[in-house]
């Protein structure tokens, strides 16, 4: 079934862009992308085949033209005509099903033949090649078949073979294999160009073929311009007025090749600063034992406190104590003292046996010290296992009495993510104000936040 069938089998389809639908992909220099945009009536254009899926499917596009910096091309030129310029492409689709091309080593001669051609390729080959000395080092096209999901038989082969040789542009004198090739395959009538050696005139070509190919796929390209709309032909009017808009449009495109540069090392930027953040700050949302120690230690340090790991001054020998202690020394010079216990919990939000625990390393703590710490401070960080943190639940949400004995008892209960936000919406100026609201608050910590300003 043939597209236009197709598409009158579909029904009325909105959405369509005019045709035909052209997709640039590798590095095309301001001109060519300047002509293209004159040329056709809807163009994308993506440094590969990725950025083009992001854009694009290939179903709506009618002809692909691949330039150099495209190195791969899936199978999109399977689906739509395709004009090659890279010599980086593994493949393209032969003249029928189960059959490609491909580049087969390098020209060893000086010597070329240009093949009897239709006078339209013939004069556009001999503008770009009428000065050829040499194709020594060329890349050769060769045509091969593949066995799955069956081998073409000898006569379709030979049909191949012929179709293939008969669109050769040039040749290499002594292999007969072509240096340049432009075929319409026989099961689709799509075309295939391939032009893998020296820059030529690629708009001048493009518009040729799409010229050629238009004759026998009206349905993709029904909105060719036609002569008249060519520079050349133009009165004196028009022309002026033409350059004004190729004026403007290479402006534009400098401009977007700008902002695209400027979005290219932004993002650059933007990978760089995400994996600090992610060995850094965003811990309070995702680590759990010593990461996550070791991020809340370095946030209350940056916070104001004075901070020690309590697992460095101990022995192997003596028993577990707190992770943190913290102290302050206030305007006046009095010093407050605190010990934080720091949870991670895959599961759950938060365990009232840590509370407990705190209860215990206060006893220790007035033991080896002469007096009770001001503060006990629970900071957890749970339910990990919910990847999204809108997700997670407040800890200890359920044990609200058992929240209220703790808070009695000079305790505080710090959500590893609030403290992600309150770092993440004050302004250091006010690091003060966090850490004195951490100092006096008892039950569970709600900072009240100083929005940084922009």
Same mark, same amino acid.
């Given at each position: 079934?043939?597209?236009?069938?197709?598409?009158?089998?579909?029904?009325?389809?909105?959405?369509?862009?005019?045709?035909?639908? &052209?997709?640039?992909?590798?590095?095309?220099?301001?001109?060519?992308?300047?002509?293209?945009?004159?040329?056709?009536? /809807?163009?994308?254009?993506?440094?590969?085949?990725?950025?083009?899926?992001?854009?694009?499917?290939?179903?709506?596009?009618?002809?692909?033209?691949?330039?150099?910096?495209?190195?791969?091309?899936g199978d999109w030129p399977s689906k739509a005509h395709v004009i090659c310029f890279s010599k980086d492409i593994s493949s393209l689709p032969g003249p029928i099903s189960n059959s490609y091309i491909e580049i $087969?080593?390098?020209?060893? /001669?000086?010597?070329?033949?240009?093949?009897?051609?239709?006078?339209?390729?013939?004069?556009?080959?001999? =503008?770009?090649?009428?000065?050829?000395?040499?194709?020594?080092?060329?890349?050769?096209?060769?045509?091969?078949?593949?066995?799955?999901?069956?081998?073409? /038989?000898?006569?379709?082969?030979?049909?191949?073979?012929?179709?293939?040789?008969?669109?050769?542009?040039?040749?290499?004198?002594?292999?007969?294999?072509?240096?340049? &090739?432009?075929?319409?395959? *026989?099961?689709?009538?799509?075309?295939?160009?391939?032009?893998?050696? &020296?820059?030529?005139?690629?708009?001048?070509? &493009?518009?040729?073929?799409?010229?050629?190919?238009?004759?026998?796929?009206?349905?993709?390209?029904?909105?060719?311009?036609?002569?008249?709309?060519?520079?050349?032909?133009?009165?004196?009017? #028009?022309?002026?007025?033409?350059?004004?808009?190729?004026?403007?449009?290479?402006?534009?495109?400098? $401009?977007?090749?700008?902002?695209?540069?400027?979005?290219?090392?932004?993002?650059?930027?933007? =990978?760089?600063? *995400?994996?600090?953040?992610?060995?850094?700050?965003?811990?309070?949302?995702?680590?759990?034992?010593? #990461?996550?120690?070791? #991020?809340?230690a370095k946030t209350l340090e940056n916070i104001g406190f004075d901070v020690t790991r309590v697992d460095k001054l101990l022995n192997e020998k003596e028993p577990k104590r707190e992770d943190l202690r913290l102290k302050h020394l206030d305007k006046r010079g009095e010093e407050w003292n605190a010990i934080v216990e720091v949870r991670g919990y895959e599961r759950s939000g938060g365990k009232t046996a840590d509370l407990q625990r705190l209860h215990r390393f206060a006893g220790l703590y007035q033991k080896e010290t002469g007096h009770n710490p001001d503060k006990r401070i629970y900071i957890v960080n749970g339910e990990l296992e919910l990847l999204l943190p809108p997700q997670r639940q407040q800890p200890l949400a359920s044990a609200i009495e058992d929240l209220q004995i703790f808070s009695e008892s000079d305790g505080i209960l710090i959500w590893s993510i609030d403290l992600f936000r309150a770092l993440k919406t004050t302004d250091p100026t006010s690091y003060p104000a966090l850490l004195d609201s951490i100092k006096h608050t008892q039950g569970r910590w709600v900072p009240v936040l100083s929005t940084k300003e922009n």
């Open positions: 079934m043939n597209r236009k069938a197709l598409s009158k089998k579909s029904g009325r389809i909105g959405g369509q862009r005019p045709r035909p639908r &052209v997709a640039l992909v590798g590095n095309f220099g301001a001109d060519d992308v300047m002509h293209f945009l004159h040329m056709f009536p /809807t163009v994308w254009r993506a440094d590969d085949q990725w950025r083009l899926r992001e854009l694009v499917d290939v179903r709506e596009i009618d002809l692909i033209v691949l330039a150099s910096g495209a190195d791969e091309a $087969s080593g390098f020209a060893e /001669t000086e010597e070329f033949l240009f093949p009897d051609i239709p006078l339209p390729l013939s004069r556009r080959r001999e =503008a770009d090649y009428s000065n050829l000395t040499s194709i020594r080092g060329w890349k050769r096209l060769r045509l091969g078949f593949r066995h799955r999901p069956s081998t073409p /038989t000898q006569a379709e082969q030979k049909a191949a073979t012929i179709i293939f040789n008969d669109g050769a542009i040039i040749c290499e004198h002594h292999t007969k294999l072509p240096l340049a &090739v432009a075929f319409l395959r *026989k099961n689709n009538n799509l075309g295939v160009g391939w032009f893998p050696n &020296v820059a030529a005139n690629r708009a001048a070509w &493009v518009e040729l073929l799409v010229t050629q190919w238009a004759q026998s796929d009206k349905d993709a390209f029904s909105d060719s311009r036609d002569w008249t709309e060519s520079p050349e032909w133009m009165v004196v009017e #028009e022309e002026k007025i033409w350059s004004q808009i190729l004026a403007l449009e290479r402006k534009k495109q400098q $401009s977007m090749d700008k902002i695209e540069q400027q979005i290219g090392e932004l993002s650059t930027k933007l =990978a760089l600063a *995400k994996a600090d953040a992610n060995k850094g700050q965003r811990r309070l949302i995702t680590a759990q034992d010593e #990461e996550l120690v070791d #991020e809340v």
